[in-house]
């Protein structure tokens, strides 16, 4: 494939976790200042949509219209040298929280967690996050996966992970994690199997999955998207322009679109989301977290 990605929107602080919504928008989080953004495509055009403090670092639709972030607690970007004046630090508890309809948040789950980062939601409405704390990361690992079944169990399904990053759903419901470098599955047992050792020379951040089971990795500092097929093997790179300084983070993606063949990354710097349209196979369908509202 190969194709160069469009610019949908500029001007996000430190942009991650997008989500495809029914209504042919993108939300997506604004990890700097812990908010959600709505954007819409075809205008080029973004709306703050909720505000939850911390470091909102990944968002799913929810069925009440809403939305489900997981709260890293937040970032002290003032020694990261990303920004030349940064972003004020505003932590708070970490967890999994709700952006409810009309904008305020709440939290879902808000005790015994590390950092949450990326989350997936079954057909079924399980809730599945990564929980890997701040870089960086410790030795021994003490990076979790949680389940949050229907009937609203939480569960540890593994745990002393290096540093758990993107999660995502294969089309058997296999589940799939950046870890270390490379991609894993996790197995029923806690256990992890390497589908990818390593992801590029700069490891993968967020990721998401098509219909035939090959993955779509956000490549951070190599600045692009690398697929791999269900195999682990190599089959594409999706490349995105140079941004002014030289310097680009990418850090997660979705699928979109009318016919599920638009990928979106999210560019946590400069801070914008791009744009792939014409994908050979569609994204896994997307599953709004079922609430009573």
């Known amino acids: 494939m190969g194709t160069t990605a469009e610019i949908v929107v500029t001007g996000l602080l430190f942009p991650e976790g997008p989500s495809w919504c029914a209504d042919g928008t993108v939300v997506a989080t604004a990890v700097a200042e812990g908010t959600l953004y709505r954007i819409w495509p075809g205008e080029h055009r973004k709306e703050l949509l909720a505000t939850a403090g911390g470091g909102t670092n990944a968002c799913a639709p929810a069925s009440d219209g809403g939305f489900l972030i997981t709260q890293n607690g937040g970032i002290d970007y003032t020694g990261l040298g990303l920004y030349e004046n940064p972003p004020a630090y505003n932590p708070v508890t970490p967890g999994i929280q709700r952006a409810?309809?009309?904008?305020?948040?709440?939290?879902?789950?808000?005790?015994?967690?590390?950092?949450?980062?990326?989350?997936?939601?079954?057909?079924?409405?399980?809730?599945?996050?990564?929980?890997?704390?701040?870089?960086?990361?410790?030795?021994?690992?003490?990076?979790?996966?949680?389940?949050?079944?229907?009937?609203?169990?939480?569960?540890?399904?593994?745990?002393?992970?290096?540093?758990?990053?993107?999660?995502?759903?294969?089309p058997d419901g296999g589940i799939v994690i950046v870890n270390e470098q490379g991609l894993h599955r996790?197995?029923?047992?806690?256990?992890?199997?390497?589908?990818?050792?390593?992801?590029?020379?700069?490891?993968?951040?967020?990721f998401c999955i098509d219909t035939e089971g090959n993955f779509y990795c956000a490549m951070v500092m190599e600045h692009g998207v690398r697929v791999f097929s269900p195999d682990g093997e190599e089959?594409?790179?999706?490349?995105?322009?140079?941004?002014?300084?030289?310097?680009?983070?990418?850090?997660?993606?979705?699928?979109?679109?009318?016919?599920?063949?638009?990928?979106?990354?999210?560019?946590?710097i400069p801070g914008q989301l791009l744009v792939w349209e014409g994908l050979p196979h569609a994204g896994r369908e997307v599953y709004p977290f079922p609430v009573d509202g």
């Open 235 to 268: 089959i594409d790179r999706l490349s995105i322009p140079a941004p002014e300084g030289g310097l680009g983070l990418t850090t997660n993606c979705c699928f979109g679109g009318a016919d599920g063949r638009t990928l979106f990354a999210t560019d946590s």
């Open 186 to 206: 996790v197995l029923p047992d806690g256990t992890t199997e390497v589908v990818v050792e390593v992801i590029g020379t700069s490891g993968g951040d967020g």
């Open 100 to 170: 409810h309809p009309d904008g305020t948040v709440t939290y879902l789950l808000d005790t015994g967690f590390n950092a949450p980062n990326d989350l997936v939601v079954a057909e079924d409405g399980t809730l599945y996050f990564t929980d890997p704390g701040h870089h960086p990361p410790p030795d021994p690992g003490i990076g979790r996966v949680f389940r949050l079944a229907p009937d609203g169990v939480l569960s540890v399904i593994a745990s002393g992970l290096q540093y758990p990053n993107g999660i995502a759903l294969e």
